[in-house]
């Protein structure tokens, strides 16, 4: 299929679109469909198209943990740009892809708590519910009441998930195995004051401008905690600042992998498989990721 005939509003198609500004890390070839929506409608009715068309694809928000592969994704990537949201009491009902550093913004406008240790993580709400997101000791799903969402098997029946259906755990949910369309998101936030969630928010801010690669391409943290702790293993191992190819072991957080010069897919996958050589040899296990590496097929 080289063009899209669809009677849908409010979406943008790319075709051969480069996956690197649709991603942090900014590594990725070229997406065979790129498709940008900007409405639930939308997204549910260019799921179904490309269910009908026999197309494989893969939503996501800001891809800020996503490592795309250097030949690109032989499918539709759907950038869910949805962005509706609404406040009733300390109740929070927002779209998918919605940005979550705007929701924290207008939660502490509205002087209401809980989003605001989130705060400098580029996400959008669905992405946050996906991945469990977790910062400073706090869990997203702490604040989740329900998940609106359709299988990406049938996209015209909606479904509706309690936080236990969702099944969160450390950086997991049951939406990891991307067999859902996440919609909407209800959050239970706490009645505070402005000044005091600004202080925190500034925080969390300040702590991770000091403590994390802020200004290099990444995805965030690659590992996942265990019994071990990546940065620290990895720092007592002297593999900080390690490099292969372009990738190469933040010297701020060796918890990072940034992408230090031009990093390709490939650079990054060899420097992980180093990392657990080598933690594997002293530990006898390794890191389990963090981060999702999208395949081409």
């Not at 994704?73 to 940005?99: H, M, P, Q, T, W």
């Not at 991945?131 to 029946?157: M, T, W």
Request: net charge positive; with cysteine; hydrophobic share 35%.
């Amino acid at each position: 299929m080289c063009s899209v005939d669809m009677k849908i509003e409010n979406y943008s198609h790319l075709l051969d679109a480069d996956l690197k500004k649709f991603c942090t890390f900014k590594i990725g070839g070229k997406a065979k469909h790129l498709f940008i929506v900007h409405s639930n409608n939308t997204l549910l009715n260019v799921c179904s198209f490309c269910n009908v068309h026999n197309i494989k694809y893969k939503i996501i928000g800001y891809g800020s943990n996503l490592l795309f592969d250097d030949r690109g994704y032989n499918g539709a990537i759907i950038v869910n740009k949805s962005e509706n949201f609404i406040f009733r009491k300390n109740y929070l009902y927002c779209d998918a892809g919605v940005n979550l550093n705007a929701l924290i913004n207008a939660s502490m406008n509205k002087n209401l708590s809980g989003l605001e240790f989130f705060a400098g993580i580029p996400s959008s709400v669905g992405g946050a519910i996906v991945n469990s997101l977790g910062a400073f000791n706090h869990q997203i799903s702490d604040l989740v009441e329900e998940v609106i969402c359709y299988k990406k098997s049938d996209p015209k029946r909606r479904i509706i998930l309690s936080k236990t259906d969702c099944k969160f755990g450390y950086r997991t949910s049951t939406f990891k195995d991307d067999k859902f369309i996440i919609t909407r998101v209800k959050l239970r936030l706490t009645l505070g004051e402005k000044s005091s969630i600004l202080e925190r928010m500034k925080n969390c801010l300040t702590k991770k401008s000091r403590t994390q690669p802020l200004d290099k391409y990444s995805a965030g943290s690659v590992f996942k905690r265990s019994t071990l702790i990546p940065a620290k293993i990895i720092d007592e191992l002297g593999l900080k600042g390690k490099q292969i190819g372009g990738a190469k072991i933040s010297n701020k957080h060796s918890g990072f992998i940034i992408n230090k010069e031009n990093a390709t897919s490939i650079d990054v996958q060899n420097l992980i498989k180093y990392i657990n050589d080598v933690v594997y040899q002293k530990y006898n296990q390794k890191f389990e990721l963090e981060i999702e590496i999208v395949p081409y097929k």
